[in-house]
């Protein structure tokens, strides 16, 4: 059985920093690219930050550009979302989502939720004072 789990969400002041992890089981984590996508009240899910199977290769989307990055340890079946300077408007629920290598070139983007095969539960990042 396939599971993605994130952790790492919370309340974090304007400016501030957190990481959020996403544990995989139940599958080979280094034949997925991996996604972080998020979803605030009454908006789309979006995708934010995502790696391809190696790691090499990421995307990164224009709002969360010079704050996001993402890594990924296979060895550990863990992707790790570093956030910092958090703003109010970061304020979502964060996914993690797997979709099998090569069935997304992330040079063009993370993509649509749809295209993805495994989803967490998400975690909720409240940025605010």
């Known amino acids: 059985q396939v599971q993605l789990v994130e952790s790492g969400g919370g309340l974090v002041q304007p400016g501030g920093r957190l990481r959020l992890s996403c544990a995989a089981s139940g599958l080979v984590l280094n034949y997925y690219t991996i996604g972080w996508f998020r979803q605030a009240p009454g908006k789309d899910r979006e995708g934010v930050v995502c790696?391809?199977?190696?790691?090499?290769?990421?995307f990164t989307t224009a709002s969360v550009k010079g704050r996001f990055t993402i890594s990924r340890d296979n060895a550990k079946d863990t992707v790790t979302l570093h956030m910092s300077n958090l703003k109010p408007e970061d304020t979502a629920v964060y996914f993690c989502?797997?979709?099998?290598?090569?069935?997304?070139?992330?040079?063009?983007?993370?993509?649509?939720?749809?295209?993805?095969?495994?989803w967490g539960q998400g975690t909720q990042v409240t940025v605010s004072s």
């Open positions: 790696v391809d199977n190696s790691g090499k290769d990421t």
């Open positions: 989502a797997a979709i099998t290598v090569g069935h997304r070139d992330i040079a063009d983007g993370c993509g649509q939720p749809w295209e993805y095969d495994h």
